[in-house]
């Protein structure tokens, strides 16, 4: 049986103040950080030393939602990538480490709606419905105005159950713009490259869900999601999507492209399970897999020490 910190029982406890709980579990530690408001959204942005700082290689920033669905614990949606993620701020919190990371907590993403539901990317870029709600929208919108328009982007979502790493499958719309295809290219390109430097063993490039990366490619800027998955669950879904050619649009809009009820719920039993237990009383600590923890600290780890050129 695992024995979990006794903070991270705290975190997922159901009537925590998550944006103070994190506030105080890095100040604690001597990390800095500022609240930054965009409309209702309260995101929490880490403030490192600025000699963490250089210009000669290019920003990258580690984004994790912490707010959950309401009456859920929200184990791995998203309360381990997030207490994951404070744990390596605390170790990068040290002015002799250049790093040139960036280090966001959002809120608002569970309020996408469509995220969850699913969007085509043009849609996303369109600025439909439910995406202009996301906390990552506005937070995109709000950087943009402040011209940080060329950092890596990387979301990280669902990462504590499972071994395998999932970069989600992304592609341009159609109406994004000659820069936004080159960041995005780059981008994807960098996140391969921050796999590999990981050390793990087996990765995979494959459709997910949106997350936060939604809000950002909606607001203009370039995101990739990585999330974790079991190694049968991760096997069982290449196979699937490679067979079943309906699962892939089923994937990323929810619904099947036809519109048949009876052929959503059909390809609903192809989904991994560690997605089918999200947003339900099931995304709870018993769900979780030690781990992942530390596949997910390598993989910070390895961001922190890759330098991307800023060309």
Same mark, same amino acid.
């Given at each position: 049986?695992?024995?979990?910190?006794?903070?991270?029982?705290?975190?997922?406890?159901?009537?925590?103040?998550?944006?103070? /709980?994190?506030?105080?579990?890095?100040?604690?530690?001597?990390?800095?950080?500022?609240?930054?408001?965009?409309?209702?959204?309260?995101?929490?942005?880490?403030? /490192?030393?600025q000699?963490?700082?250089?210009?000669?290689?290019?920003?990258?920033?580690? +984004?994790?939602?912490?707010?959950?669905?309401?009456? $859920?614990?929200?184990?791995?949606?998203?309360?381990?990538?997030?207490?994951?993620?404070m744990?390596?701020?605390?170790?990068?919190?040290?002015?002799?480490?250049?790093h040139?990371?960036?280090?966001?907590? $959002?809120?608002?993403?569970?309020?996408?709606?469509?995220?969850?539901?699913?969007?085509?990317?043009?849609?996303?870029?369109?600025n439909?419905?439910?995406?202009?709600?996301?906390?990552?929208?506005?937070?995109?919108?709000?950087?943009?105005?402040?011209?940080r328009?060329?950092?890596?982007? /990387?979301?990280?979502?669902?990462?504590?159950?499972?071994?395998?790493? +999932?970069?989600?499958?992304? +592609?341009?719309?159609?109406?994004? =713009?000659?820069?936004?295809?080159?960041?995005? =290219?780059?981008?994807?390109?960098?996140?391969?490259?921050?796999?590999?430097?990981?050390a793990?063993?087996?990765?995979?490039?494959?459709?997910?869900?949106?997350?936060?990366?939604?809000?950002?490619?909606?607001?203009?800027?370039?995101?990739?999601?990585? $999330?974790?998955?079991? +190694?049968?669950?991760?096997?069982?879904?290449?196979?699937?999507?490679?067979?079943?050619?309906?699962?892939?649009? /089923?994937?990323?809009?929810?619904?099947?492209?036809?519109?048949?009820?009876?052929?959503?719920?059909?390809?609903?039993?192809?989904?991994?399970?560690?997605?089918?237990?999200?947003?339900?009383?099931?995304?709870?600590?018993?769900?979780l $897999?030690?781990?992942?923890?530390?596949?997910?600290?390598?993989?910070?780890?390895?961001?922190?020490?890759?330098?991307?050129?800023?060309?």
């Amino acid at each position: 049986m695992v024995k979990w910190p006794k903070e991270f029982l705290q975190f997922i406890e159901p009537d925590c103040d998550r944006l103070l /709980f994190i506030q105080n579990y890095l100040s604690e530690r001597g990390v800095k950080t500022a609240v930054v408001k965009t409309g209702r959204y309260s995101h929490i942005c880490v403030v /490192f030393p600025q000699s963490c700082y250089t210009p000669f290689f290019r920003m990258k920033t580690v +984004v994790a939602h912490y707010d959950r669905v309401a009456g $859920t614990v929200g184990a791995n949606d998203n309360s381990a990538a997030v207490f994951a993620i404070m744990n390596w701020v605390c170790r990068m919190n040290n002015p002799s480490i250049i790093h040139n990371v960036n280090v966001v907590f $959002t809120d608002g993403e569970e309020a996408g709606g469509k995220s969850r539901e699913g969007l085509v990317l043009d849609d996303v870029c369109a600025n439909s419905g439910g995406i202009k709600n996301q906390g990552a929208y506005s937070l995109g919108k709000h950087w943009i105005r402040y011209g940080r328009t060329d950092d890596d982007i /990387f979301v990280f979502d669902c990462c504590g159950r499972g071994t395998i790493p +999932v970069l989600g499958k992304t +592609v341009a719309p159609k109406n994004a =713009g000659a820069q936004f295809k080159k960041n995005l =290219g780059r981008l994807l390109q960098n996140a391969e490259s921050v796999l590999r430097g990981a050390a793990a063993s087996q990765w995979i490039t494959a459709p997910l869900p949106f997350s936060d990366n939604a809000g950002f490619i909606a607001s203009g800027l370039a995101a990739v999601q990585i $999330t974790f998955l079991p +190694v049968e669950e991760a096997s069982a879904y290449m196979m699937d999507i490679v067979k079943i050619l309906a699962l892939e649009y /089923f994937v990323v809009h929810k619904k099947p492209e036809s519109g048949n009820e009876n052929e959503a719920l059909a390809l609903q039993q192809y989904l991994p399970k560690s997605w089918k237990m999200l947003h339900s009383n099931e995304d709870c600590l018993d769900s979780l $897999t030690a781990e992942s923890f530390s596949l997910l600290s390598r993989i910070l780890d390895s961001i922190a020490s890759f330098k991307p050129s800023c060309q």
